[in-house]
């Protein structure tokens, strides 16, 4: 039990020591704050270093987990509301492109399909030559 609280204590005043292996961790005690550890203080101390391992990788892992799946979510909602947009802008297009053919088809000048269609004259005449109107 001292080990843990000790190591919490060394833990809290050396944050970077927690990169190191278990054998590094033993030399730190022994060398900067003079802890000798038995041979069963020194199995406590792999386990606990083994075990924080563990633990940091199973966090890791469910991180990843848990951004891979919202940035699924999200891509998933940004790619609906692309589609929607896109969807509209092409609806509106073929809207715009029956309602000119239907004055082309009436005998309309090109100039005034145009106008009325909001479609530059050279989509209007593409459109006429494509029906056989011109």
Same mark, same amino acid.
């Given at each position: 039990?001292?080990?843990?609280?000790? $190591?919490?204590?060394?833990?809290?005043?050396?944050?970077?020591?927690?990169?190191? $292996? &278990?054998?590094?961790?033993?030399?730190?005690?022994? $060398?900067? *704050?003079?802890?000798?550890?038995?041979?069963?203080?020194?199995?406590?101390?792999?386990?606990?270093? $083994?075990?924080?391992?563990?633990?940091?990788?199973?966090?890791?892992?469910?991180?990843?987990?848990?951004?891979?799946?919202?940035?699924?979510?999200?891509?998933?909602? @940004?790619?609906?509301?692309?589609?929607?947009?896109?969807?509209?802008?092409?609806?509106?297009? @073929?809207?715009? +492109? @029956? *309602?000119?053919?239907?004055? +082309?088809?009436?005998?309309?000048?090109?100039?005034?399909? &145009?106008?009325?269609?909001? /479609?530059? /004259?050279?989509?209007?005449?593409?459109?006429?030559?494509?029906?056989?109107?011109?």
């Amino acid at each position: 039990m001292w080990i843990v609280q000790k $190591n919490k204590i060394w833990y809290n005043e050396a944050k970077w020591v927690s990169s190191k $292996n &278990a054998s590094e961790k033993i030399t730190t005690l022994h $060398n900067d *704050f003079g802890i000798d550890l038995t041979q069963e203080g020194e199995g406590d101390l792999a386990v606990m270093c $083994n075990l924080g391992e563990g633990i940091y990788e199973d966090g890791l892992m469910k991180g990843k987990q848990e951004g891979w799946e919202k940035g699924r979510k999200e891509g998933r909602k @940004e790619g609906r509301k692309e589609g929607r947009k896109e969807g509209k802008e092409e609806g509106r297009r @073929e809207g715009k +492109l @029956e *309602f000119a053919l239907e004055l +082309l088809k009436d005998g309309m000048a090109l100039e005034k399909v &145009a106008k009325y269609s909001k /479609l530059s /004259l050279s989509m209007i005449e593409k459109l006429a030559k494509q029906n056989k109107l011109i």
